[in-house]
């Protein structure tokens, strides 16, 4: 049932294994259709290890993966196929895989089945069924083909055929029949909860865990197998800065052959038995190890406090290209900068303007959610039920795992810092205020779940505004597309102690386009002074106006004003918010108040 990818054409970039791939999605190959499984089913033999000593006491755990290559492991990313329901195109039988599989054991025929499922009768390649059913858990199963015929009656022997009628349109054109009792039902009405919940509740199944049934008894939701909304995955991000180290007597333990072998015995080793081992093997003193082998095998407790808020965590960032902090030379092949004046750029408020030469960044996943991302309340704004919320799922099902799987990204960048108490006294202006009165209502019954600020205030969407604005500008004029830049907002709230109001426009890349060059060279005055301006007179306009700029609310429950997929949103490799909590006219003004943008003026 479970399969890797090593060995299998095509294989995913270790990038993708922790994004649109990562744990509980599902890939389509050509000759199957797979779910990636827990990092508990992962060979670390062959993992690359990562570290950062900041993100790991955030989310604490004790280090972080890379996904095992082919030139690494044998056994590469574990995957199971998913979903098990297959059908002949031909003779349109429906079945369970392993029915398939046991009749394809009485035929002598050529074909690997676990490589290439095929039918018994027909000896044609097995097609996966189109449809899934999740519930808010985050439970995953087949839909349930055999309970959607028969409406509760019994069938001694059902047996399914798939048939799908050129003269309907949809679902009512996809017609399921069972050839035992010649019942038969079209699939019009499966994505309507309240008619799946008449037939089946769910099962409880986690497929990434090769587990198919567990408690739960939840209302199911029928999803397409291909669909955004199949997996969410929940990502969080770091800028490696000083004086935090990526490498040291950590990251040798790590890569050490004892290491290996500890990690293979199911109660592993005692430290003390571990520590003078590993003293003669990395040439290290065993007081040093033993004390690095006690963060690497204590499992932090999940009732501990965070350590730090993510506006607290990026102040620490914000520090390190805005003050001037001692370098040593070995840490300037992970961060190297040049800070310059912002008089010589000509715009408002811009304090500096850092051009960041060489950047490492560290993406992890910790867990994923099924049909919507994680919410407190509805589309409505009502709260929701804490039973009948959307629950993120961790990448692993063993509590005593203390790792994530993760991948860095080295690149460039151009840092913004502008001026915070310009900014925030702008922010109170009475037209601003509001203005955005009514989408921080909205975000007050909509909490950020994927924790990219700790309160959301009208400084933090205009940075944001402008963040966008200028990476649509930048991808026609230094070399990147719009999808190889990235965003991340520095941005403190009215109470923070600690001011900062700044953009980091970055490479998203892990591969060669995320090092040419391009951006830092945009980022001199005789360059980026004409982009800029660029940028702010293209948000003057949008396709969909004035629908758009007179728009109270669009996008994802709402969170949004004037800005649409026409002039401000973002590939989604970009913007760190789900292209949320954004807003042109807090840049260029509105129709009815023109002066109330910050850079109404400016263009």
């Known amino acids: 049932m479970s399969k890797n990818f090593s060995n299998d054409k095509p294989t995913l970039r270790r990038s993708q294994t922790i994004t649109t791939f990562g744990v509980g999605s599902i890939v389509d190959l050509p000759e199957a259709s797979v779910m990636i499984c827990g990092i508990d089913k992962w060979d670390t033999k062959g993992c690359v290890p990562l570290h950062d000593s900041r993100l790991e006491e955030k989310l604490r755990v004790s280090y972080f993966y890379m996904p095992p290559g082919t030139e690494e492991s044998s056994e590469g990313v574990l995957a199971v196929r998913f979903p098990r329901q297959m059908r002949c195109r031909k003779c349109k039988r429906l079945d369970d ?92 009405g499966s994505f309507n909860k309240e008619v799946l919940e008449q037939v089946s509740r769910c099962s409880g199944a986690k497929p990434w865990e090769m587990k198919w049934s567990s408690e739960c008894g939840k209302q199911l939701v029928t999803l397409q197998r291909g669909g955004t909304n199949v997996h969410f995955p929940i990502l969080k991000s770091s800028i490696l800065i000083p004086p935090y180290k990526a490498d040291g007597l950590k990251t040798k333990i790590l890569n050490s052959q004892l290491w290996s072998y500890y990690e293979s015995q199911e109660d592993g080793f005692d430290v003390l038995t571990l520590a003078p081992m590993l003293s003669q093997e990395l040439k290290e003193s065993t007081e040093d190890i033993k004390r690095e082998l006690e963060e690497l095998t204590t499992v932090p407790d999940e009732d501990d406090e965070p350590t730090s808020t993510e506006e607290e965590y990026r102040f620490q960032e914000y520090q390190a290209f805005t003050k001037d902090i001692e370098i040593d030379e070995d840490f300037k092949k992970d961060f190297l900068i040049e800070r310059l004046n912002g008089g010589d750029y000509d715009i408002p408020l811009l304090k500096h303007l850092i051009l960041a030469k060489r950047l490492r960044e560290i993406r992890v996943q910790t867990g994923f959610s099924r049909i919507k991302p994680p919410s407190t309340h509805d589309e409505t ?11 993120a799922v961790s990448v692993s099902d063993n509590k005593r795992t203390h790792w994530y799987p993760g ?143 007179e728009s109270e609310g669009q996008g994802f429950l709402g969170l949004n004003l004037a800005a649409c997929h026409a002039c401000s949103m973002l590939p989604e490799t970009s913007c760190e918010s789900l292209n949320r909590y954004l807003d042109r006219a807090l840049l260029i003004g509105s129709l009815d108040q023109p002066d109330i943008g910050l850079f109404s003026t400016s263009t």
């Open 97 to 188: 895989l392993q029915v398939w599989k046991d009749r394809a054991r009485k035929v002598n025929f050529y074909k690997d089945f676990d490589k290439t499922p095929w039918c018994d009768i027909d000896k044609l390649q097995l097609i996966p069924s189109r449809f899934v059913v999740a519930c808010r858990s985050g439970h995953i199963d087949d839909f349930p083909f055999k309970e959607w015929v028969h409406k509760g009656a019994e069938c001694e022997d059902p047996s399914l055929q798939y048939t799908e009628t050129a003269g309907s349109v949809g679902l009512a054109g996809i017609r399921i029949k069972c050839t035992s009792c010649n019942l038969a039902r079209t699939l019009a």
């Open 381 to 391: 704004g009502q709260e929701i039920p804490e039973d009948d919320r959307i629950q």
């Open 407 to 549: 991948y860095e990204v080295r690149g460039e960048g151009i840092f913004l810092e502008f001026d915070y108490k310009e900014l925030h006294n702008w922010a109170k202006t009475k037209g601003v205020e509001q203005r955005i009165s009514r989408l921080l209502k909205r975000s007050d019954k909509n909490p950020d779940y994927f924790g990219t600020f700790d309160s959301l205030s009208t400084e933090f969407i205009t940075l944001h505004s402008l963040a966008h604005a200028l990476i649509k500008q930048l991808s026609f004029e230094c070399g990147y597309s719009s999808s190889a830049l990235r965003e991340r907002i520095y941005c403190s709230s009215d109470t923070s102690l600690n001011k900062m109001a700044g953009i980091l426009i970055y490479t998203a890349e892990g591969d060669s386009d995320g090092t040419m060059g391009g951006l830092v060279r945009q980022g001199r005055p005789d360059l980026f002074k004409t982009t800029f301006k660029a940028a702010i007179k293209q948000s003057e306009w949008c396709s969909s106006d004035p629908l758009c700029i």
